[in-house]
């Protein structure tokens, strides 16, 4: 099992529709990262929180809106998607100043 | 060039053989390297660590890093099935006395079959 909890494991949702994606960490890291993976690709950065506040967003989209309500909770708002966002979306989380990272097992979302 | 380069496979091997997996990186400041196993349908999960340079080892597995020559390695001893997996390389700077986070680069990752 791992640390780092991901729900739900699978989504499906049409374009029209507005879904969320949640994380939650009880390690204490106050560091935490949204990633998409596609198919045989590394993951790919998407928003990084440090200390419950936005610290890095890697240009993406409106469509992904990101929150944390707190320093163990983490969702990612998902609005007007297109079929190309379908991927595998990974949660990590990390200590203070190292890029030692704990990633939960992900949300498989498709896009119909 | 990328950042990290890591050779994608596949790789096959037979049950017990010794697997050398290995990624090479251009950016002198990474000091932290990491080894992650990620099976079909899961998320990456950490298998070991190694600050800057050195060896570390822990079970069948031994992470080594050799700064000057911008070379990591993974080697797994005695090879299982279930060792069949993508395994990435990530890395990071040292963030002590900047930013509170730690970006990850990672390598492609290499897919590796074990056969019994």
């Known amino acids: 099992d791992t640390e780092v909890t991901q729900t739900p494991k699978h989504l499906v949702m049409g374009m029209t529709n507005k879904k969320s994606l949640k994380c939650e960490q009880h390690?204490?890291?106050?560091?935490m990262y949204w990633y998409k993976q596609k198919a045989k690709k590394p993951p790919e950065l998407m928003f990084v929180?440090?200390?419950?506040?936005?610290?890095i967003n890697e240009s993406v989209p409106s469509r992904f809106s990101p929150e944390c309500p707190n320093s163990s909770l983490l969702n990612l708002h998902l609005h007007a998607l297109q079929p190309e966002d379908s991927a595998l979306y990974l949660c990590?989380?990390?200590?203070?100043?190292?890029?030692?990272?704990?990633f939960g097992d992900g949300t498989r979302l498709s896009i119909l | 060039q990328k950042e990290v380069e890591q050779d994608p496979g596949p790789l096959s091997v037979p049950e017990g053989a010794i697997v050398s997996l290995n990624c090479t990186y251009s950016n002198s400041a990474f000091q932290y390297f990491m080894w992650y196993r990620q099976y079909s349908r899961k998320g990456p999960e950490l298998l070991m660590y190694t600050y800057s340079s050195g060896n570390k080892e822990d079970g069948r597995f031994t992470a080594q890093v050799d700064k000057s020559s911008k070379y990591i390695s993974l080697f797994i001893r005695d090879s299982q099935p279930s060792d069949s997996a993508t395994y990435l390389c990530a890395m990071s700077p040292n963030y002590a006395g900047g930013t509170s986070y730690g970006k990850l680069t990672f390598g492609q990752g290499t897919i590796l079959t074990v056969h019994p």
């Open positions: 390690m204490g890291h106050r560091a």
């Open positions: 990590a989380s990390s200590r203070e100043r190292t890029g030692i990272q704990h």
């Open positions: 929180y440090s200390y419950e506040k936005l610290s």
